[in-house]
């Protein structure tokens, strides 16, 4: 409400005060008359309905953090649906995720940025049952952004000059596996040169459907998600011709508030209730309070090598010190995996930095104790973690955004030694890297700046 105070003075002021509205958040108009069709669905089996056989599904989720768990099952039990061409971050673990449409014999290829530990995909691949298309996970998610934005391709230097750019690593082998040969092989992609670096075009990604998971959905479809669960789910509600939505609580129009939405209903068709349980992928604690102190915030940026505490002799250590001498105090920082998980045991007392987990987290704490355990609060590698005060949370399109355009101070990678491709005797074309790891550190900043 406005009102005009009147001083005694030739000035006049202006007072503006508000009236705090409760359980709706209107600013301007009270009642409006609005379309009468509902998008909440009571049946999620009569959601999935239109799923036809051959459609590209897009399934958020990173690990089993924000998973369309519900959407999934349902799916699952249509087996008249085959030859789905799912895209991914990855194909879930355990019995969760999209290992169960490969198990129910519905996916025809996978698209997806991380194969893990599944072994039971690995094993489909390599029987030639499955075709798999591995794609960098920054990569991955600009070319599904690039669809919902209406641009038909990116260019990006991963993986220029390498067997993703001459198509040399095959997508499916015939069936009988590797020794019957390939049945369909990589996509080679043109190159082009932007200021003397090369690139490789890669086209954009466009769904047929849609699986998404959300916190909270109001009847028009507006979206909210919660901490890293939001992670590919935002970026999938925007691309698909379909998009349906399981969501853990279905709330009145007017109940959220319009600076709290992450997907403007415009990108939602359908929304069910999430009735599965979330999983945690990997349950990592501290001890108790006291550890969780000492613990170093970085212990679970990706997977843990469980040798942290090494003496000063170790060759590993030895790298991780010589890295941490190039991290200043209040530096923004991304670990990968292996030896960049030392180096924050060799940074000096005085020395505190913002920690960048890919997978949607800026301020990245320790690992939980037992009571602070969250399934939508996990790190890169897919374990459980905490915020420290500051964080924030974050889309996949936002976080490769801030790590590919050179936001961060420092990024350290463990990157292994002759990471290269050639055909062993026993498994021809198939990806074989040495095992000894070595640290990088790249200064992102740098690198922006050409």
């Not at 209406?150 to 993703?164: K, L, M, N, S």
């Not at 990108?267 to 979330?278: C, G, L, S, Y």
Request: include cysteine; glycine fraction near 10%; charge should be neutral.
């Amino acid at each position: 409400m406005f009102s005009i105070a009147r001083s005694t003075g030739p000035i006049t002021r202006i007072r503006l005060t508000a009236n705090l509205l409760t359980r709706r958040y209107l600013s301007v108009v009270a009642e409006a008359k609005r379309p009468s069709k509902s998008k909440v669905w009571a049946s999620v089996d009569e959601a999935v309905k239109d799923v036809k056989s051959g459609d590209t599904l897009l399934s958020g989720g990173f690990g089993l953090c924000g998973i369309p768990e519900t959407l999934i099952v349902a799916l699952s039990k249509r087996t008249d649906v085959k030859d789905l061409v799912a895209v991914s971050n990855n194909a879930g673990a355990q019995e969760h995720g999209l290992v169960r449409l490969i198990k129910s014999g519905q996916l025809n290829r996978i698209m997806i940025s991380y194969l893990g530990g599944n072994k039971f995909l690995e094993q489909a691949y390599l029987n030639g049952d499955i075709g798999i298309e591995l794609v960098p996970q920054g990569t991955l998610v600009a070319r599904l952004n690039a669809h919902a934005a209406g641009y038909p391709a990116i260019y990006t230097p991963t993986g220029a000059g390498t067997r993703v750019e001459t198509g040399g690593i095959p997508i499916q082998y015939n069936p009988g596996g590797v020794k019957a040969g390939v049945k369909i092989p990589g996509n080679k992609k043109d190159a082009r040169v932007f200021n003397g670096r090369r690139h490789i075009l890669e086209p954009a990604i466009a769904g047929d459907v849609a699986f998404v998971h959300a916190w909270k959905a109001d009847e028009v479809g507006n979206l909210v998600f919660r901490y890293t669960a939001n992670n590919y789910n935002a970026v999938m509600a925007r691309n698909a011709k379909l998009t349906i939505v399981e969501a853990e609580e279905i709330v009145p129009v007017g109940s959220l508030s319009p600076n709290s939405i992450h997907v403007p209903g415009i990108f939602v068709d359908r929304i069910v209730k999430a009735t599965e349980p979330k999983s945690i992928e990997v349950l990592a604690l501290a001890k108790n309070k006291d550890d969780q102190k000492t613990q170093s915030a970085t212990a679970g940026t990706e997977h843990s090598t469980g040798h942290e505490h090494e003496t000063s002799n170790d060759w590993r250590h030895r790298i991780a010190a010589r890295a941490a001498k190039e991290i200043k105090d209040g530096f923004y920082v991304n670990l990968g995996v292996g030896i960049p998980t030392l180096v924050p045991e060799h940074l000096p007392s005085d020395v505190s930095v913002w920690m960048e987990s890919e997978n949607g987290i800026l301020g990245m704490g320790p690992y939980p104790t037992e009571d602070q355990v969250d399934p939508d609060i996990i790190n890169a590698g897919k374990e459980t973690t905490t915020l420290v005060p500051g964080a924030s949370t974050f889309d996949s399109i936002e976080s490769f955004n801030m790590i590919r355009g050179g936001h961060l101070d420092v990024t350290v990678l463990g990157v292994r030694l002759s990471m290269f491709i050639y055909p062993p005797p026993s498994t021809p074309g198939y990806a074989s890297i040495s095992s000894r790891r070595h640290c990088e550190l790249h200064d992102s900043r740098q690198a922006r700046q050409g």
